[in-house]
């Protein structure tokens, strides 16, 4: 997918309770939000813990490293001006097989998906927001 059609894309709709998530990859850290007191992580964002109701949730660096859960690549256009395929995938990140986040996949060739593979979080600047993004790494999979 080249420059244009990743301008294309739609930006995530800003909340009060996300916008320090969309800006907080602007330094290349995936950042998630997290309970202070169960220590339960916490996405997509939320000022409050699902499992135990405290108010003391803070944002904390990730790896930003994890495999794919799940994938789909669409090859229908849906939107103008993006009419290569794209896929988007759940990824489990390696702080916690609970915790999955949803992202776009940057990758070349998008037949070798699969599921279980090695990947990182970059991000894409647009609109001064920085959107997560799944990248392979390229590593073999051991499994
Ligand atoms: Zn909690």
């Given at each position: 997918m080249n420059r244009d059609q990743v301008a294309a894309l739609p930006v995530p709709a800003i909340s009060i309770d996300s916008l320090e998530f969309w800006k907080s990859?602007?330094?290349?850290q995936l950042r998630i939000t997290r309970c202070d007191d169960c220590q339960l992580w916490i996405y997509p964002p939320k000022?409050?813990?699902?499992?135990?109701?405290?108010?003391?949730v803070s944002y904390e660096p990730v790896q930003g490293r994890g495999r794919i859960f799940s994938y789909t690549i669409s090859?229908?256009?849906?939107?103008?001006?993006?009419?290569d395929p794209y896929a988007i995938a759940v990824v489990t990140l390696?702080?916690?097989?609970?915790?999955r986040m949803t992202a776009r996949v940057v990758a070349?060739?998008?037949?070798?998906?699969?599921?279980?593979m090695p990947v990182t979080i970059e991000f894409e600047e647009r609109n001064d927001m920085w959107i997560p993004v799944v990248a392979p790494t390229g590593e073999e999979d051991p499994q």
């Open positions: 990859g602007s330094d290349g000022p409050i813990c699902r499992r135990c109701r405290s108010q003391a090859r229908q256009q849906f939107l103008p001006g993006v009419s390696d702080e916690d097989p609970d915790l070349d060739d998008l037949t070798r998906l699969h599921i279980g």
